[in-house]
């Protein structure tokens, strides 16, 4: 393997914060030196576009093509991205390989007219570009007036600093890579407001076959991790998820077990069906599935007609 290992990465604050971290992690298990790596910022399409929601320019893979691109053609060696901007299909010849073990995957409320979304006051403005949180807002609170945010975590806060909005809801995973924990004025709990599946983890990406690569990542693989968001993939893929389908997902591992919860609602928030369910944790992906299917069965074949 060549002496400099190229790490590919979004050049947003917080995708830096992520390729920073693989790198130390990997500096760590191995023993290497700061200047056996470089990290390649690629510029995605998912970063240029901030004028419309991503469900109208083509989705999550806006985030990861042009790295995507950049893999296959061997200018990076590793991706590393967040685990829930990539999609549920890779491109041919590409795998993730390994997930660092998960943050906080809570999301969290940052408001300045309130310290809570129950205590906004009637018809207040809440900034999000996120199907799913817009969807879980009007379930909350249908009188709240939702409004489209898009940008990396600077951008969304300043917009709020701006009076664009009174609330804004970000992921508390990101919040404490970037060091930004005191802006947060109420975490979402779980039960009420889920996350999107693979929120908190952060996922590398690399050529198949590439048996060098795969030995570095193989050591800082966390497989509790990796079994957690096999099973929310797996829910996701089977729900035919997308930017365009507000899906929740969220499932931990313990005694070998894999505990799993999931949500569909639909993008007004008047309709939600819920599914829970275990089982051994190697068979997490099967979990997953099982988990789309049941919830499937409950909403009905015209749960998603007209907004899919």
């Known amino acids: 393997m060549q002496t400099t290992l190229k790490i590919g990465t979004r050049g947003s604050p917080l995708a830096l914060a992520q390729a920073h971290e693989t790198q130390a992690r990997l500096m760590a298990a191995h023993g290497m030196p700061e200047q056996a790596f470089e990290v390649v910022v690629i510029s995605t399409s998912g970063d240029r576009i901030q004028d419309r929601p991503l469900s109208e320019a083509g989705g999550k893979g806006l985030f990861t093509k042009e790295i995507e691109e950049a893999l296959l053609a061997r200018r990076i060696d ?5 685990s829930k901007d990539m999609p549920t299909v890779l491109p041919d010849g590409l795998e993730l390989s390994a997930f660092l073990p998960r943050e906080d995957a809570r999301d969290a409320f ?5 310290k809570k979304i129950g205590d906004l006051p009637q018809g207040a403005k809440v900034g999000s570009s996120s199907l799913r949180r817009q969807a ?7 009188d709240i007036d939702v409004v489209m945010f898009r940008g ?3 951008t969304r806060l300043r917009k709020l600093d701006e009076g664009i909005a009174d609330g804004t809801i970000l992921a508390f995973a990101g919040l404490k890579r970037l060091g930004l924990e005191h802006v947060v004025t109420n975490l979402m709990p779980l039960d009420v407001f889920p996350p999107a599946p693979g929120q908190g983890a952060i996922c590398i990406e690399s050529r198949i076959g590439d048996r060098d690569v795969e030995r570095m990542l193989t050591a800082i693989h966390d497989l509790p991790t990796g079994q957690a968001l096999a099973c929310e993939r797996a829910f996701l893929s089977a729900l035919d998820g997308s930017c365009r389908t507000p899906i929740a997902g ?3 591992i313990a005694n070998e077990t894999v505990f799993f919860a999931g949500l569909i609602i639909s993008p007004d928030g008047t309709q939600s069906h819920e599914v829970k369910l275990q089982g051994p944790a190697p068979e997490a992906a099967r979990i997953g599935e099982e988990a789309a299917r049941m919830v499937r069965a409950k909403a009905g074949k015209k749960f998603f007609d007209g907004w899919v």
């Not at 590793?78 to 967040?82: E, F, K, Q, R, Y």
């Not at 879980?136 to 249908?142: A, D, F, V």
Request: net charge positive; proline share 4%; aromatic share 0%.
């Open 250 to 252: 969220h499932a931990t």
């Open 152 to 154: 990396n975590v600077q």
């Open 136 to 142: 879980l807002i009007r379930r909350m609170r249908p």
């Open 78 to 82: 590793i991706a590393v991205h967040s």
């Open 110 to 114: 940052v408001g300045k007219a309130a």
